[in-house]
């Protein structure tokens, strides 16, 4: 297990080949390593927000806006 802190509110969490980004005690989005496929769970808060939008950056996905975030999933 892989486990990054984001801001001190969320952290990263990897088991069986899937990257899990938990904010504020919060599954908001995951990564699948072996099919490459990012899912978000949708727009919290601009805080959750920014973690997402680091956790996406993270993985080589561009960064989105609220809109962008709502239609992700």
């Given at each position: 297990?892989?486990q990054k802190n984001f801001?001190?509110?969320a952290k990263m969490e990897?088991?069986?080949?899937?990257?899990?980004?938990?904010?504020?005690?919060?599954?908001?989005?995951?990564?699948?390593?072996?099919?490459?496929?990012?899912?978000?769970?949708?727009?919290?808060?601009?805080?959750?927000?920014?973690?997402?939008?680091?956790?996406?950056?993270?993985?080589?996905?561009?960064?989105?806006?609220?809109?962008?975030?709502?239609?992700?999933?």
């Amino acid at each position: 297990m892989i486990q990054k802190n984001f801001y001190g509110k969320a952290k990263m969490e990897t088991v069986n080949n899937v990257t899990r980004l938990v904010s504020y005690n919060t599954e908001v989005a995951h990564y699948n390593h072996e099919t490459n496929i990012m899912t978000v769970n949708g727009w919290y808060s601009q805080t959750t927000a920014k973690h997402i939008n680091a956790f996406l950056e993270y993985f080589g996905f561009d960064k989105c806006n609220k809109q962008q975030l709502n239609k992700y999933n």
